[in-house]
């Protein structure tokens, strides 16, 4: 009997695999579809197909086996997976006295010419700057001539350390009190050193003027709007520089959804996901900072003396 030759067109079961997590991933509405899962051999396909569109770029790790595709399935029919980025994946408590790590933590150094936004700051590294101690970040702006600059201040970014796609952040902070301050707490899309801003894509998950002490907001920044951009929404935190929030981002291949202490506030889901509107489907990092003045930090007063940003925590989860 003659020996039977696979056809080689025919995908086998891992390949099918990996392209539906490639799909999954994909911004591209209604990829994969109920047929290439049921294609793969996945059953009880009874649920909606975005949620398993979800569930799949969230699933950490990827999925590589049938029987491990098939537990996704069934969470979401039984509503538990469709959480999403649930699983911890990277984090700093902040537990260790002394300077940030640096395996967590590089920084941006100087004025840069204010840095696209009229900033008075010049960042250093200095302990006077930022520490951490007591089991916080503390990230300090200062009153003083340094470099030709007025003011000193920090910003960390995990720029080189840390990049990802699609997941939560939860970040527990108490923010400066001085008018004045602009703490930040954001993401840059990895590839801005070779495609530059805004193309790169922004996700500002919390902003405070400088004026206001009262409201914090959130923000994208892409090519079809940046600067003062229209994706943006305020919130009232009235407690914000007496009390400790979460200030929380939740990416997904099909929204970004900005909350504080658990409750949403703002979603950004364009309909017609393009490289305008959605350069959300490639690594960022984060950013931590305060800025003085600038666009959003206002007048500094004139008796400002030092005002800190104080962080007990970053966590991302997928």
Request: with cysteine; proline share 5%; aromatic share 10%.
């Given at each position: 009997m003659?020996?039977?030759?696979?056809?080689?067109?025919?995908?086998?079961?891992?390949?099918l695999?990996?392209?539906?997590?490639?799909?999954?991933?994909?911004?591209?509405?209604?990829?994969?579809?109920?047929?290439d899962?049921?294609?793969?051999?996945i059953q009880?396909?009874?649920?909606?197909?975005?949620?398993?569109?979800?569930a799949?770029?969230?699933?950490?790790?990827?999925?590589?086996?049938?029987?491990?595709?098939?537990?996704?399935?069934n969470?979401?029919?039984?509503?538990?997976?469709?959480?999403?980025?649930t699983?911890?994946?990277?984090?700093?408590?902040?537990?260790?006295?002394?300077?940030?790590l640096?395996?967590?933590?590089?920084?941006?150094?100087?004025?840069?010419?204010?840095w696209?936004?009229?900033?008075?700051?010049?960042?250093?590294t200095?302990?006077?700057?930022?520490?951490?101690?007591?089991?916080?970040?503390?990230?300090?702006?200062?009153k003083?001539?340094?470099?030709?600059a007025?003011?000193?201040?920090?910003r960390?970014?995990?720029?080189?350390?840390?990049s990802?796609?699609?997941?939560?952040?939860?970040?527990?902070?108490?923010?400066?009190?001085?008018?004045?301050?602009?703490?930040a707490?954001?993401?840059?899309?990895?590839?801005?050193?070779s495609?530059?801003?805004?193309?790169?894509?922004?996700?500002?998950?919390?902003?405070?003027?400088?004026w206001?002490?009262?409201?914090?907001s959130?923000?994208?920044?892409?090519?079809?709007?940046?600067?003062?951009?229209?994706?943006?929404?305020?919130?009232?935190?009235?407690?914000?520089?007496?009390?400790?929030?979460?200030?929380?981002?939740?990416?997904?291949?099909?929204?970004?959804?900005f909350?504080?202490?658990?409750?949403?506030?703002?979603?950004?889901?364009?309909?017609?996901?393009?490289?305008?509107?959605?350069?959300y489907d490639?690594?960022?990092?984060?950013?931590?900072?305060?800025?003085?003045?600038?666009?959003?930090?206002?007048?500094?007063?004139?008796?400002?003396?030092?005002?800190?940003?104080?962080?007990?925590?970053?966590?991302?989860?997928?």
């Amino acid at each position: 009997m003659a020996r039977r030759v696979k056809d080689q067109n025919i995908p086998y079961v891992e390949e099918l695999i990996q392209k539906i997590v490639a799909d999954s991933k994909s911004p591209v509405d209604g990829s994969p579809s109920i047929e290439d899962l049921s294609n793969a051999g996945i059953q009880n396909l009874i649920g909606d197909q975005n949620k398993y569109k979800v569930a799949i770029a969230n699933a950490s790790p990827e999925p590589t086996t049938l029987t491990e595709m098939q537990q996704i399935i069934n969470d979401v029919n039984g509503d538990r997976a469709y959480l999403g980025n649930t699983k911890l994946v990277w984090s700093d408590e902040f537990d260790s006295d002394g300077t940030p790590l640096d395996s967590k933590w590089d920084y941006d150094i100087g004025t840069n010419n204010g840095w696209g936004n009229g900033e008075s700051q010049y960042y250093t590294t200095l302990e006077d700057n930022v520490k951490v101690e007591d089991g916080l970040l503390i990230i300090t702006a200062k009153k003083e001539n340094f470099e030709g600059a007025n003011y000193t201040s920090a910003r960390l970014k995990s720029q080189g350390r840390y990049s990802f796609t699609y997941g939560k952040v939860e970040i527990r902070a108490k923010l400066p009190a001085a008018a004045g301050t602009w703490p930040a707490l954001w993401m840059l899309g990895s590839n801005i050193t070779s495609v530059g801003w805004p193309k790169c894509g922004e996700i500002d998950i919390m902003e405070q003027k400088g004026w206001d002490k009262s409201r914090v907001s959130a923000a994208l920044h892409n090519q079809s709007s940046s600067g003062n951009t229209i994706h943006f929404k305020e919130v009232d935190v009235p407690t914000s520089v007496r009390e400790f929030h979460i200030y929380a981002v939740n990416w997904t291949p099909d929204e970004i959804t900005f909350s504080v202490d658990g409750i949403e506030y703002f979603t950004y889901n364009p309909e017609d996901k393009t490289e305008l509107n959605w350069p959300y489907d490639k690594p960022q990092f984060i950013i931590l900072n305060v800025a003085m003045g600038g666009n959003l930090g206002g007048e500094i007063p004139s008796d400002f003396n030092e005002s800190s940003m104080q962080i007990d925590y970053v966590r991302v989860y997928r």
